[in-house]
């Protein structure tokens, strides 16, 4: 599989399928290389890295949202995904989730309800400990909001990533 990347960095350049670009975490290289597999067994037309950057501009550029004032001006998922139908998914991944993030997301749906955005994560926590249910809790939150919550941790293992 063609991929390059110094794999105990965080953030690094990182080439897959012909295409290069700076990833922002390990997850992001992953589901890269994932996607380019899915590509090549014809299970997906193309994907694309940060291909598009929504913006929210006035009237779009919520002064309040949920009694709090957003400072969130755009936002740019993190994968385009072509499907064979032509018909485009986003992707973003995320291995954790923080007010803002949410933010964006929550706007996202509201200011674009016809785009289809998936949330992708590496494991969906068990609920074990308090931390692990507040994550789950987190996570969970965001099925009224995204198209799909997408765990590839099976994925991944069967393609050995991790």
């Known amino acids: 599989m063609p991929i390059t990347s110094n794999r105990n960095e965080v953030k690094a350049w990182f ?10 975490s390990r997850l992001e290289r ?4 994932l996607l380019q ?17 929504f913006k929210f501009y006035p009237p779009f550029i919520p002064k309040q949202f ?24 986003w ?11 949410k933010t964006k997301l929550r706007c ?17 926590p068990k609920g074990k400990t308090p931390k ?3 994550r789950l809790r987190n996570i969970l ?6 198209y799909r919550i997408y765990d590839v941790r099976d994925d991944f293992k069967k393609l050995g990533f991790i």
């Open 30 to 33: 992953r589901y890269a290389s």
């Open 108 to 124: 996202f749906n509201k200011y674009y309800p016809d785009e289809k955005l998936v949330f992708v994560v590496c494991g969906l």
């Open 141 to 146: 939150t965001l099925k009224k909001i995204v």
């Open 66 to 89: 949920k009694g709090k004032i957003t400072g969130v001006r755009q936002y740019k998922p993190d994968f385009k995904i072509t499907n064979l139908d032509g018909s485009i998914e």
């Open 37 to 53: 597999v899915l590509k090549r067994g014809k299970q997906i037309a193309d994907w694309q890295y940060e291909a598009f950057s």
């Open 15 to 24: 080439e897959c399928g012909g295409k290069k670009f700076y990833s922002k």
């Open 132 to 134: 692990s249910r507040n």
């Open 91 to 101: 992707h973003e991944t995320k291995g954790h989730l923080d007010n803002r993030d």
